[in-house]
C-alpha cells in the first residue's frame, strides 16, 4: 500500500516472456544510526524515521513479493549518540549490526561515516555480520581488505511457480575523497577514482556468472561532467555497462522525486533510488526478468520509487529488543549533569549571525589550545577560534536545529551543540589567512540586487557546516557583490568582506594568530583546502572537540552566554531577503531583530514546514 507521497515510476525496456522472474530490491541508505524513533538530544520520542520502522515496512514488503534483495548504501555506524555508546563500549554485539542482521540484508557498502571511530570499530561491525561489506574503491594498507563485490546465489520464484536461482552481482562504492576528509585515514588506507574501478571491476563480476548487477554508490546524483576523483557520480556510473541497478547515497537527497514521472525514475536508463536519509525513506525498485537461451537473464521492465517513512509506521518489536541495552546506556550516559546555563542555547538565527552555541564552542576551543601552548614558543600569540553551525535545517528539515533550553546542562546536550566526531587542532595563520577563511564562509550567501524584495538569502547547495564564525574578530559581509569562493573551493574573483577587525583595530595581512578548529578543515580536498595545505599545524588534532566541551563546561560549571554578533550585513536600502529557521525559533524573532539591528518578520511556512522569515536589509 502506498500513500499520496509515493510516486511509482516504470520503463519498459522490452517485451515481456511467458516465465519471467519478478524481483523486488529494497534499499536504505544514510541510515546514520538512526535505529529507534527516538531523538537523544531532546530525549523524547521521534517517529521521523527510523531503521525499527523501516523494519516492519520491509515486512510488508516482503509479504508482497515474492523475491525480495535487501541492501543497505552506507553510512550506518555513526551519527547518533546510539552509535558513540557502540563505539565506546566496544561489545562484541553492535546494535546496528544486530539490527540488520535481524532483518536479513543481504549486502551493505561501506560510506565515508563510517569510518568516523576507526578501522577496528568498523572491521568489529564486519565481523558481526552475516552480509558482507563492500568497497570496491577501498584498499587498506597492512590489514586485509573489505570485499569489492559479491554474487549472491538468490533463490527466486518465476510467475508459473519455478524454483531457479537467480545469480546478482552486488559492487560498493565509497568517495574517493574520504581519506582526504580525515589525514589519519590517509595513512591507512587509499580510496580510488570511482569510475576508474568500475570499469576495471564490472567485466570480472560478469565474468564470475552475474547475470544481475547492482551498483550501492555511496555517492549523489550530479549533472556536472564528471572529472577524476569526483565525489558524486552515481548518474556516471549508472551509463557504464555492466550496471543494472543503481542505489545512490551520500547527499542525502531523495531520488526519484514524487511526480518525476517514468523518465525521471532512471539514471542512463537504468533504474536507481536515492531514499532519503536517517530512515526516511525505503527505496523499492521492482525488476521483471526474463530468460533468453542464448542471452540469458534480462531486464524486460523495471520501476522505482521511494516510499516515505510515515509516522505512524510501527517500529518493529524484533529491532527494538535488539537496541533495547544499548538504548539504556545511552540515555543514562546522556542524562549525565555536566553544568547549568542561565540562558538558551539555540542555532535557529546562525546564519544572520546570532548564535550562542557557536559562541560556547569557540570558547572551549580557544580555551583548550590556550592551556596547550602554556610554556611553549607560541605562549602569548593571540588565540582565535573558528566554527560553523551543524545543525542548522537545511536537508535536516524544520527540527534540524540546535536548541538548549535555561537550566540544567547535560552531556546530551553536547551532542545537540556539536554534533561531529571530530577532533581539535590548531593553525598557525596570518590576517590574510583570516580574510581568506571568512570569505570562503560569507560565499553561503547568495548576491542580493539593491532594491528588490525577498531574494533567497542563501544558497541551499552550500552546507552550513562550512559557515565558519571566527571569535574575536569583527567584520561586515556586502552581498551586492559576487561571492569569492564556489562550494568546492574554486575561486571566483569576488570579494564580499569589509570592515574586519581585531580588537577594535584593522587587520593586517601579516599579523599573526593561532586559530583553533576542527579536524574536519584540514581536509585535502574541499572548501577549506587550498587554504589550510600550506597553513602549519601547531597542534595536530587531538581529543574530540566534544570533549574539549565537556570538559569547559565541567571547569566552568555556570554559564551565561551574550551572543552578540560578531558580523553583520551591509545595509541595502530598499532590500530584503528571506530565510528559512525553525518554528520554534519564532518567540526569539523580536530579540533577534534587536540584536542585529536589522527588521524581521515571519511570513509564512515553506513546503518543508520551515517558518519563513523576511530580513530588511
Not at 564486519?126 to 587498506?140: D, G, I, K
Not at 508459473?160 to 568517495?175: E, K, M, N, Q, Y
Not at 525488476?287 to 505512524?312: F, I, N, Y
Request: net charge positive.
Amino acid at each position: 500500500m502506498r500513500d499520496a507521497t509515493d510516486e511509482i515510476c516504470a520503463c519498459d525496456l522490452s517485451a515481456g516472456a511467458a516465465d519471467p522472474v519478478a524481483l523486488r530490491i529494497l534499499a536504505t541508505t544514510d541510515m546514520h544510526m538512526k535505529l529507534l524513533p527516538h531523538d537523544y538530544l531532546a530525549d523524547r520520542p521521534c517517529a521521523r524515521g527510523s531503521l525499527a520502522q523501516i523494519a516492519s515496512l520491509v515486512d510488508r514488503h516482503r509479504a508482497a513479493a515474492r523475491n525480495t534483495l535487501l541492501l543497505d548504501n552506507g553510512d550506518f555506524l555513526q551519527g547518533t549518540p546510539l552509535g558513540d555508546q557502540a563505539a565506546r563500549a566496544g561489545t562484541k554485539s553492535h546494535p546496528a549490526i544486530a539490527a540488520m542482521n535481524l532483518m536479513g540484508y543481504d549486502a551493505a557498502a561501506i560510506g565515508n561515516h563510517d569510518f568516523a571511530f576507526g578501522l577496528d570499530v568498523l572491521q568489529s561491525a564486519a565481523r558481526q555480520a552475516r552480509f558482507p561489506f563492500l568497497a570496491a574503491n577501498l584498499r587498506l594498507r597492512s590489514r586485509a581488505d573489505f570485499p569489492g563485490f559479491t554474487i549472491l546465489d538468490k533463490p527466486v520464484l518465476t510467475a508459473s511457480g519455478r524454483r531457479l536461482v537467480l545469480r546478482i552481482g552486488v559492487v560498493g562504492f565509497l568517495p574517493p575523497q574520504t581519506t582526504a576528509w580525515d589525514r589519519d585515514l590517509s595513512r591507512q588506507m587509499a580510496c580510488a577514482d570511482i569510475l576508474e574501478t568500475a570499469r576495471r571491476v564490472l567485466p570480472r563480476i560478469r565474468a564470475e556468472g552475474a547475470e544481475l548487477v547492482v551498483a550501492l554508490a555511496h555517492s549523489g546524483i550530479s549533472d556536472r561532467p564528471s572529472r577524476p576523483g569526483a565525489e558524486n557520480v552515481a548518474a556516471d556510473l549508472a551509463a557504464l555497462d555492466g550496471v543494472d541497478v543503481i542505489v545512490a547515497g551520500h547527499t542525502h537527497e531523495v531520488f526519484p522525486r514524487a511526480g518525476s514521472g517514468a523518465a525521471g525514475a532512471t539514471l542512463s536508463g537504468k533504474p536507481a533510488v536515492m531514499p532519503g536519509f536517517g530512515g526516511s525513506h525505503l527505496g523499492v525498485i521492482d525488476l521483471s526478468l526474463t530468460h533468453d537461451q542464448e542471452t540469458g537473464w534480462r531486464l524486460s521492465h523495471a520501476s522505482a520509487r521511494c516510499e516515505r517513512v510515515a509516522p505512524d509506521q510501527p517500529a518493529s518489536p524484533a529491532v527494538l529488543r535488539a537496541v533495547a541495552a544499548t538504548h539504556r546506556l545511552t540515555q543514562t550516559h546522556l542524562r549525565r549533569r555536566i553544568g547549568h546555563s542561565d540562558r538558551r542555547i539555540s542555532s535557529y538565527f546562525a546564519l544572520v549571525g546570532v548564535d550562542p552555541a557557536l559562541r560556547l564552542v569557540n570558547m572551549a576551543q580557544r580555551w583548550f589550545v590556550r592551556k596547550s601552548l602554556k610554556g611553549t614558543r607560541l605562549d602569548g600569540i593571540p588565540v582565535l577560534s573558528a566554527a560553523a553551525p551543524f545543525r542548522a535545517g537545511g536537508r535536516g528539515g524544520p527540527d534540524h536545529y540546535t536548541d538548549v533550553a535555561p537550566g540544567r546542562l547535560r552531556l546530551g546536550n553536547l551532542t545537540d551543540i556539536y554534533s561531529f566526531p571530530n577532533r581539535i587542532c590548531a593553525l598557525l595563520v596570518t590576517g590574510a589567512d583570516l580574510r581568506g577563511w571568512l570569505e570562503r564562509s560569507a560565499s553561503l550567501f547568495r548576491q542580493i540586487r539593491p532594491g528588490c524584495s525577498d531574494q533567497p538569502l542563501t544558497d541551499p547547495g552550500f552546507p552550513a557546516y562550512q559557515f565558519d564564525v571566527i571569535q574575536d574578530l569583527c567584520w561586515d559581509i556586502d552581498l551586492s557583490r559576487p561571492p569569492a569562493f564556489a562550494q568546492d573551493g574554486r575561486a571566483t574573483g569576488g570579494s564580499r568582506v569589509r570592515d574586519l577587525t581585531w580588537r577594535g583595530g584593522a587587520l593586517a595581512d601579516d599579523d599573526r594568530f593561532v586559530l583553533a578548529t576542527n579536524s574536519y578543515r584540514l581536509a585535502a580536498c574541499g572548501l577549506f583546502a587550498p587554504l589550510t595545505a600550506g597553513t602549519p599545524v601547531i597542534l595536530p588534532p587531538g581529543p574530540p572537540t566534544r570533549d574539549v566541551i565537556r570538559d569547559y563546561l565541567r571547569q566552568r560549571r555556570h554559564l551565561s552566554i551574550e551572543a552578540a554578533p560578531a558580523w553583520h550585513f551591509l545595509p541595502m536600502p530598499g532590500t530584503s531577503a528571506l530565510f528559512e529557521t525553525g518554528p520554534q525559533a519564532l518567540p526569539l524573532l523580536p530579540e533577534i531583530s534587536a540584536r542585529c539591528g536589522r527588521r524581521m518578520e515571519h511570513v509564512g511556512r515553506s513546503d518543508g514546514d520551515f517558518a519563513v522569515v523576511r530580513l530588511h536589509l
